[in-house]
């Protein structure tokens, strides 16, 4: 499977202190083997693959991940990307009733979803409608009457027991009005949204008929109805399971009919994930729902993130690795609070400190916590780039025992780092009498907090 080939390609890349350009060469070969293998189309593993050799290779060593690692989260990262980064929502109308139809080949489950959907939406607070417009397939009607009754959930439908043909119905006998010919799709999906603003209904689910493979007249009907309702969504509903031909499958559906979204099917089965890379990517919709059994829970929003995990198979290992990564921010944090809380700032510290205020990293998340320490964040945030730069210049200009050490920092060497850094003598006292102000003020604020030892205070 792709999980195990991709395993496989990153198990060597363990124990290695630093990736090579060859070592990269060589697993991206492996990724993208496996990747065709798992029905991935070949321009999309070629975009892929280029994107991730070209992050493996940028990619700064990171003192958190080893190199495994580090090639499994930008694969996963990658992987995210390609499958629609964000979830998309449901587009609803501003002008009730939300229209939503669905397309798909037969047997992708459009019928299955229009109860889940209705389902969901329910949940959702809304007040969903199913309209029976696949006229075509014997029993379609009465199996969406089903679904919908065990979601709770009005079917919009021919009256039953009339076959297709489109013989005339009086409305008294059923849904279906007067001179609304029962065989006609289009007549019956206008018919279901009449009703629906009737009866105020927000939601129209639009079940439409499959064909076994893709034919001009199923891409007819499909189009008429879009047309004729001009829908807010059209779902393309795909199995997952059908692997490559779910690409060009949806290319015709696209041409054809056009969608907005996709629906993953059947991803309970032993789908290899490779359709939904390709479709997503080949159509350029994004996928927006995922469907895993029959049952009218088995559904829910695609979460990119989740598929990504599921084609690497690597829930595991991700999960440690997100772990290693907030363990090391934790960590380095707590290195600094604990030399803050010591009264063992270095110069060095305190610039690094400044910079990573500046951009809320970790360290200033914990001196946000600190009180009064957010007046300090404060006052370092309205530090315009310019008086930053000069702050960094002069202790640049300083030796590493001057910022290990700012004590030792007397007279003579103020004027020599003035001079060396091109600021003024009083600029230089300035930041070091600041230095060791904020160093005071620090310990004792953390002291006072219960969060170390008040400090030595040797200021
Ligand atoms: P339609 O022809 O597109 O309307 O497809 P149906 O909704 O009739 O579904 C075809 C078959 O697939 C039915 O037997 C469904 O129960 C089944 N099915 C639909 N969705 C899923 C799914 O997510 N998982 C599984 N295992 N079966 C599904
Ligand atoms: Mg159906």
């Not at 006229?135 to 679904?147: E, K, T």
């Not at 895993?292 to 995990?309: N, T, Y």
């Not at 290195?335 to 809380?341: F, G, H, L, Q, V």
């Not at 590493?400 to 030792?408: G, L, M, T, V």
């Amino acid at each position: 499977s792709l999980s195990d080939r991709l395993t496989g390609a990153l198990k060597d890349l363990r124990g290695k202190g630093k990736l090579s350009d060859a070592d990269i060469d060589r697993t991206a070969r492996e990724i993208r083997l496996a990747l065709l293998e798992a029905d991935v189309s070949l321009p999309v593993v070629r975009g892929f693959i280029a994107g991730i050799k070209q992050r493996a290779k940028g990619a700064e060593v990171s003192g958190a991940l080893n190199p495994a690692q580090q090639v499994v989260k930008i694969v996963n990262e990658e992987l995210i990307e390609i499958l629609g980064g964000e979830t998309r929502r449901v587009q609803f109308a501003k002008k009730p009733p939300t229209i939503i139809m669905l397309a798909g080949l037969q047997g992708a489950g459009k019928t299955t979803l229009a109860g889940k959907l209705g389902n969901w939406l329910k949940q959702q607070g809304h007040t969903p409608l199913l309209v029976a417009c696949d006229l075509q397939r014997p029993g379609a009607v009465s199996q969406l009457q089903i679904v919908g009754e065990r979601a709770g959930v009005p079917v919009f439908a021919p009256h039953p027991g009339t076959g297709i043909g489109g013989e005339n119905l009086p409305a008294e006998n059923g849904w279906v009005p007067l001179g609304v010919s029962s065989g006609d799709p289009v007549a019956v999906a206008r018919a279901g949204i009449d009703e629906a603003v009737a009866q105020h209904y927000d939601v129209v689910v639009i079940d439409t008929a499959g064909r076994l493979g893709i034919d001009e007249e199923l891409m007819r009907q499909a189009a008429d109805i879009r047309e004729a309702t001009n829908p807010d969504e059209v779902l393309f509903v795909v199995d997952a399971m059908i692997g490559q031909d779910a690409v060009s499958t949806a290319e015709s559906f696209q041409a054809g009919v056009g969608f907005t979204g996709v629906v993953l099917t059947k991803l309970d089965g032993d789908a290899r994930g490779g359709a939904a890379l390709s479709v997503r990517q080949v159509t350029g919709r994004p996928i927006m729902f995922a469907s895993s059994g029959e049952k009218l829970e088995d559904f829910d929003v695609f979460h990119p993130d989740r598929m990504a995990s599921r084609i690497l198979g690597m829930g595991d290992v991700l999960s440690l690795i997100e772990q290693a990564e907030q363990h090391w921010d934790q960590q380095q944090a707590e290195e600094a609070a604990a030399k803050i809380t010591q009264g063992e700032l270095t110069l060095e510290d305190f610039l690094e400190q400044m910079l990573m205020i500046r951009k809320m990293g970790p360290i200033g998340n914990i001196l946000g916590m600190l009180p009064g320490a957010g007046q300090m964040k404060d006052a370092l945030a309205q530090v315009d780039d310019k008086q930053l730069d000069r702050v960094q210049a002069i202790i640049r200009g300083m030796t590493p025992a001057e910022r290990e050490n700012p004590k030792i920092i007397n007279a003579s060497r103020r004027l020599r780092i003035a001079n060396g850094s091109g600021v003024t003598v009083s600029e230089v006292n300035q930041l070091v009498d600041r230095f060791f102000e904020a160093r005071k003020m620090m310990a004792q604020m953390s002291g006072r907090m219960g969060f170390g030892p008040a400090g030595r205070r040797n200021a």
